[in-house]
């Protein structure tokens, strides 16, 4: 029919584009994994196909979405932008990205098809306890659970700079997930601020924990202080007794 061939003719001169860096998210978001036809057609009466590894994600038909190729890994999880497909923009919405959903995609279009690559990371802050402490040195560790791709451990100084520290412990779980934890022992000054950073370089990810280590200052300060209420607690108590026992000389 003649808008069979205008169709056809419409699509000989559209590429179907998307993006040429892998799409990358943290597990648990939402991602927009991005398709569209340039020059921009109208593909809102025609079938649009997401596939990832043979199995389908997600089928655009009739004018609505078609649950009935989905996989079931898939259901309530994808959409289509509806506003958006009369303009040619066929790019798939993913909610709630597990490590599962990684992989390559393709979004196929009449004849025409692109991959997108889905990079998924894992990220959490860092937790910083004190393991032990003396007059002049404070023992620190930090642990992170819960990373993807393997992440790495730095401990930096108030300015900036790295610190000497033992090595990184590295934990890998059956989720596939890792955990990393590390020491450092620092030495109190007027003002010492350490931040443990965790990051993943291929992801650019980070998430950093500080913590603030008091001075010997600080310490002697409070000794200072802790024995001057000493004293004054115990010149109350021996003014108090001193009272009672005039009392009871009086009484008597």
């Given at each position: 029919?003649g808008?069979a061939?205008l169709?056809?003719l419409?699509?000989?001169h559209s590429?179907?584009?998307?993006s040429?860096?892998?799409?990358?998210?943290n597990?648990?978001?939402?991602?927009?994994l991005?398709?569209?036809?340039?020059?921009?057609f109208?593909v809102?009466?025609?079938?649009?196909?997401w596939?990832?590894?043979?199995?389908?994600?997600?089928?655009?038909?009739s004018?609505?979405?078609?649950?009935?190729?989905?996989?079931?890994?898939?259901?309530?999880?994808?959409?289509?932008?509806?506003d958006?497909?009369?303009?040619?923009?066929?790019?798939?919405?993913?909610?709630?990205?597990?490590?599962?959903?990684?992989?390559?995609?393709?979004?196929?279009?009449?004849?025409?098809?692109?991959?997108?690559?889905?990079?998924?990371?894992?990220?959490?802050?860092?937790?910083?306890?004190?393991?032990?402490?003396?007059?002049?040195?404070?023992?620190?560790?930090?642990?992170?659970?819960?990373?993807?791709?393997?992440?790495e451990?730095?401990?930096?100084?108030?300015?900036?700079?790295?610190?000497?520290?033992?090595?990184?412990?590295?934990?890998?779980?059956?989720?596939?997930?890792?955990?990393v934890?590390?020491?450092?022992?620092?030495?109190?000054?007027?003002?010492?601020?350490?931040?443990?950073?965790?990051?993943q370089?291929?992801?650019?990810?980070?998430?950093?924990?500080?913590?603030h280590?008091?001075?010997?200052?600080?310490?002697?300060?409070l000794?200072?202080?802790?024995?001057?209420r000493?004293?004054?607690?115990?010149?109350?108590?021996?003014?108090?007794?001193?009272e009672?026992?005039?009392?009871?000389?009086?009484?008597?």
């Amino acid at each position: 029919s003649g808008f069979a061939s205008l169709v056809s003719l419409a699509l000989s001169h559209s590429d179907v584009i998307g993006s040429d860096e892998p799409v990358k998210a943290n597990v648990g978001e939402d991602v927009i994994l991005p398709c569209h036809l340039e020059p921009p057609f109208n593909v809102s009466t025609l079938t649009v196909e997401w596939k990832r590894n043979k199995t389908y994600v997600h089928v655009y038909r009739s004018m609505k979405h078609d649950p009935n190729q989905q996989n079931s890994h898939f259901i309530n999880r994808t959409y289509l932008f509806c506003d958006e497909i009369g303009k040619g923009n066929i790019s798939l919405l993913l909610r709630n990205v597990s490590k599962e959903d990684e992989g390559v995609y393709i979004c196929y279009y009449s004849y025409w098809s692109w991959f997108s690559f889905l990079f998924l990371g894992a990220v959490s802050f860092p937790k910083v306890t004190v393991i032990s402490k003396n007059s002049s040195k404070v023992v620190l560790q930090c642990e992170s659970a819960g990373w993807y791709p393997e992440p790495e451990l730095l401990w930096l100084d108030g300015e900036g700079n790295l610190l000497s520290a033992g090595p990184t412990e590295t934990l890998r779980g059956p989720d596939d997930l890792y955990t990393v934890s590390s020491r450092v022992t620092v030495e109190k000054r007027h003002s010492n601020n350490i931040t443990c950073r965790v990051q993943q370089r291929n992801t650019n990810q980070s998430r950093e924990t500080h913590i603030h280590v008091p001075g010997r200052f600080h310490d002697e300060m409070l000794h200072m202080l802790y024995s001057v209420r000493q004293k004054l607690a115990y010149r109350e108590r021996s003014q108090e007794k001193t009272e009672d026992e005039l009392k009871c000389q009086t009484e008597a």
